[in-house]
């Protein structure tokens, strides 16, 4: 996945370590076998089977199992393709209950034989849906289907095709004859497919057939505008393409009133849907590559949109890598303490603890290697191989001690406690706490200034910088760090100062409506939304972008790293509205792991109605809202619906608990559905 | 090369941790180009160029590099084999002297450009004689040669082969046709190939062809005697096979007046061949897997024999693999002190410092893993996972805090001192120095016992044991842990003691007999010599077993591991001769890294007379000793030659200085001769 990105034709990959797999692998599991049975083995490697520690000769493709308590291994080598396995008996199957490790340690010493296989750590195997023997891991492709180019426009030697919107798969070239070269232009915007000098991916291809052929080209790219030009003696038909998606299903949902929200609901899900793919991605077009911060974003999407663990938790995985480990996560600072803070809502949303179990060591060797890396203070600092990043500013200083990093460590160190707790590690848990809660402190201790009302970006030689940014207050509002008057404070201060260096990019623009959305501020967010994703609208946008300033102008907007063409036009992080329409306007949101308790506190934020879904471990909290009416039907565990009201509300299926100053609270049990009238 | 094991056909790989290359790596070299040149590159994966941080659009075969100073970077991907680059230009080829790194961090921010190299650590890559672009390294295989039987007995459906001696490599089946199974059953011995149901390597083919056809089996094997089986209806001409070995060059050499010795030092250095492969490996019929107390004492031999560097590196590197340590190198703790005494004797042989500053990073990372384990008496005590092996021996016994264990500790930190040394980790150097010296006091304040007059075998629940065993008492007299008086002390209470538990590995016998000769016990040594591996001789053997019991008989001496076969009649360690002939009767030792010091001290042990050469880095050091008679030609470095005499030695070519007590020394300078007659 880290190799797909190519920038002109040339290969592009990650300048991080990237991790092999394991090559040496032992699977096993025990079984109970009521009656003999004949086992089909398929295997991806060279692989030996043992049934009860002893080995049958040569590779078997079929073994017969004796009924009783058998303890089944295969152990593969494939040093080119991660080991696999495929089992299938009547009992004995194969499935993510079986447990793998990369070394079993099963020697024999001179007695003869013994083994200390109680010394080797056995995690669950990895599975997923490779339900026949013909579906090899290796080969696994994510699905595609056809489609058709909305125009075409044919040129001498050359074909400008528009595939109507923004999209992503394989170009097919139809009736292809004829000798000599072909070149492929991709461009997310018409400019872009016409500048043959300066697009960001193009393909190349050799022509040399007298009859028409079709050619597919190998790799899928991001476009919306293809440009094809030939050789002289080159000719083509048509340009088609096979757009590829991940099999991941809509189950969340937003509809209301206002036809430009919307939109922009559907384009986020477009945008979102097209970021989606074995992992989640940055941006179609450009890098491909799984960055962290990018990632953390998608994931909260995720739980308002696809509510799909398996694409969290490879990602989780991929961004990982294996120990020891030699740099940041993406080379980042802040993409290290992301990775934490992903596992902490991936715990709150799913309650999957057996996640947190089979990944807790990665944790604590992650979170040594960062803590090693603290200053004398005790504090994180810039260290050579280190890239602070924050977010796309100009002149965003990365000098002395950043506050928005010391605020990251704090949350990261917090997850780490709740995971150490879950892995029944109670002394690290206990540790963990203890430096949270003294960098939490420090945070206030240090960067904190009364008389700027908020904290400050951060410390170099040992003083208070006079520079305030948005970053750590804004995230010390939904992070809870502030307390009721440092909230008010610092949304006076910071979040609606507008001599405070304005975001630019959707990616920190996330946190700023999140923290005014925690604030209550949803009026105000709605026309930002509008404002801001909607001006991509107006600008033509069929998916949102890495970057947008409403102050550029025309093919301005397309610029970036001094690149013509070097923005990307459908990036991950320009999809939030997804997430802050899900958790702050119908305002579903979990407060115990996997939804075993949750709150729906709706908030109109000025619409006339709203209705939605959010998905949940057990089903979708289905929800209307409008300034009189509120239906809602329950999902997993036991829901509290938070409202005010000017009368008394009714509601027949429940009981209305009045909270008093005209706020009221509705107990929503699992799959139940209840109107409320209230004004 | 850990996967080529079988066990009657079946695919029996190493039960520890295997690590699979970096699958991503940056190879770069800055070059001063004297005039424009063409550059044609061959990469092994998916890869791009650059000159001076500018790639060129898709993988170029050819480049063109301008008149000047320019970095070449190639960036390859390759999971299924080591990336690899050959280039090919009038002065920019691709050698040792390039760098690589498996995470450039050459990452851009936000001013478009910017990167962090200095963070990165380059190493040299790895290269081998791979000097056209033919020779893919993936595809890389050892040479081998024809072979032919040296008797054939044709039964009914069956051919019984005979090679004549131990031998290794492919068989091959001559005019194969029909159609039914064939079974190939090899075997070390005859009883072996014979045994079809015991023997412990076999093939199974599948014939069905007309016409009489060759095949050759896959996998090399070891064997003398081949038994091939067909089914009725299968026919089969004759069988040769392909012999395959490591392209290595005799350098060193032995002969003396004694025609059994001449021959256990032809045996060893044939029985050494056979186990000198891409690596040196532990035996060839059985494991054919890298371990590294057998991998250490094949350098040694290797350092009178081949005295090549590539294999030692390799196998060094290999037994090592990548971080995290997380177990024993093979699992067992006195495998993990070898390893660190084989990198102590390799840069005392060779002086190359380049190679440990290039592993000294995973030196420190396992000695880190090894301190990690000390108990609370800081000494080395079995853990859950770790295998204590010290020798096949019957009733070791493993308990508590084996005195062998804490004293390679001793001497691997001891060699940690010296590399951080090299490497310019000077604290670190401090550091290993004093827990050196704690050790060794450790050891002699808990294991000596004065009564004894030796170190016991262990200490349990704090108290000395009982036992005396030879391990750690022979290895003190060559470490020189022991004074002069313990020395005497040891050689009779437990060396030339019966009563102490008999050695019956050549493994051990090594350690042993190297001891006796330090103390200057060459005439019981060759007796011994004689007396054991001329046992071997005397019962047919061709090459040098894994262990002999003179007490065992006839087939007796085939079995171990509870196996009837499960003896290797061809282990590495079986040659030790090669080693004790060339250091402790032709006496040639180093005294400074790689040869730049060096003594000859002849003893002839009761022969008459011996000749042969001891290789060194530049060249082999000749020697001739008889009763009156020394000749020496000079190689590397400066070399003194000991000997006593008793009369006046005289020698025209050098300086004779008088040492007292009839001893005598004379200066050897290099590639000079000389001449002395003593008495």
């Known amino acids: 996945m880290q190799n797909r990105r190519t920038e002109r034709g040339t290969f592009f990959p990650v300048f991080w370590k990237i991790d092999a797999h394991y090559v040496l692998m032992d699977f096993h599991k025990v079984f109970d076998v009521p009656a003999e049975e004949t086992v089909d083995i398929y295997v991806e490697g060279e692989y030996n089977v043992k049934i009860d520690g002893i080995a049958f000769e040569g590779s078997p493709k079929q073994i017969v199992v004796p009924a009783g308590k058998h303890k089944i291994n295969i152990k593969v080598f494939n040093q080119a393709n991660v080991p696999a396995i495929y089992v299938k008996g009547k009992t ?48 696994f492709m994510l699905p595609t289907r056809k489609q058709s180019a909305v125009s075409t ?29 072909l070149s492929v232009y991709y461009g997310e915007s018409e400019e872009e497919a016409l500048s043959t000098e300066h697009c960001e991916t193009l393909d190349r291809v050799d022509v040399n057939t007298q009859e028409k052929k079709d050619e597919i080209m190998k790799l899928s790219k991001a476009y919306r505008f293809v440009n094809v030009q030939c050789d002289e003696g080159v000719t083509l038909d048509s340009v088609s393409m096979l757009y590829e998606y991940a099999d991941v299903k809509e189950r969340g949902s937003f509809t209301c009133n206002d036809e430009e929200i919307n939109r922009i609901y559907d384009v986020s899900k477009y945008t979102f849907e097209l970021n989606t793919r074995e992992f989640f991605i940055d941006g179609i077009k450009r890098d491909r590559w799984i960055w962290s911060g ?25 961004l990982r890598g294996k120990d020891p480990v030699t740099g940041h996560i993406n080379t980042i600072m802040d993409y290290t303490f992301y990775w934490f803070l992903g596992i902490y809502d991936y715990y709150l949303y799913t309650g999957d603890q057996n996640f947190i179990a089979q ?19 005790g504090l994180m600092e810039w260290m050579s191989g280190d890239w602070i990043f924050i977010d796309w500013a100009a002149g965003l200083s990365k000098k002395g001690e950043v506050s928005f990093e010391q605020l990251l460590l704090a949350r ?20 963990y706490n ?98 801001y994703w909607g001006g991509m609208l107006k600008l033509g946008a069929t998916s949102f972008w890495e970057e947008y300033n409403p102050d550029k102008k025309g093919a301005e907007h397309y610029a970036m790293y001094g690149r013509e063409f070097g923005k990307s036009l ?110």
């Open 570 to 679: 459908c990036h991950a992080w320009g999809a939030s509205p997804l997430y802050l329409l899900g958790k702050y306007y119908l305002g579903v949101k979990p407060t115990a792991p996997g939804y075993s308790e949750y709150v729906v506190e709706p908030n109109l934020g000025g619409l006339e109605w709203m209705e939605g879904k959010v998905p949940t471990p057990q089903g979708e909290i289905e929800l209307y809202v409008s300034t009189n009416e509120i239906k809602i039907t329950g999902a997993a565990g036991t829901g509290v619906l938070k409202f005010s009201s000017r009368s008394k509300p009714v509601c027949s299926e429940g009981n209305v608990e009045d909270k008093g100053d005209g706020n009221y609270e509705l107990t929503v049990e699992k799959e139940k559905s209840y109107t409320v009238n209230y004004n």
């Open 412 to 431: 990261s160190l917090e997850t780490m406690a709740l995971c150490a707790n879950i892995a029944n590690d109670t002394d690290a848990a206990t540790q």
């Open 92 to 139: 004995i199957v194969s499935d993510a209950t079986w447990l793998v490790t990369f070394e079993d340690k099963e020697w024999i010493d001179e007695t003869g034989k013994a083994s200390d296989i109680s010394a080797t750590k056995w995690l669950n195997a990895g599975s997923s849906n490779f339900n026949s023997p013909a579906q090899l891991p290796s080969e």
């Open 294 to 318: 990018d990632a953390y974003q998608s994931y909260l999407m995720n739980y308002y949109l696809y509510f799909d663990n398996e694409t969290v938790k490879r990602t989780t995985y991929a």
């Open 359 to 377: 990944n807790y060591d990665r944790m604590k060797t992650l979170m040594d290697y960062v803590l090693a890396r603290r200053n004398k203070d």
């Open 434 to 531: 203890t430096l949270a809660a003294d960098m939490r402190k420090k945070l206030f201790n240090i960067y904190w200034n009364d008389t700027k009302q908020a904290l400050v970006h951060s410390r170099v030689d040992g003083k208070q910088t006079e520079n305030v940014t948005r970053y750590a207050n804004m995230f010390s509002i939904f992070f809870d760090y502030f307390n009721e008057q440092q909230k008010e404070q610092v949304k006076t201060s910071v979040l609606l100062n507008d001599h405070i260096q304005k975001i630019t990019t959707p990616y920190m623009r996330f946190y700023e409506l999140e923290a005014l959305c925690a604030l209550g501020e949803q009026n105000y967010v709605l026309k930002e939304m509008k404002d």
């Open 153 to 181: 426009i044919k040129g001498k030697n050359s074909l400008l095709v528009d595939f109507g919107k923004e999209t992503f798969g394989f170009i097919q070239l139809h009736g292809l004859s004829g000798k000599g070269k």
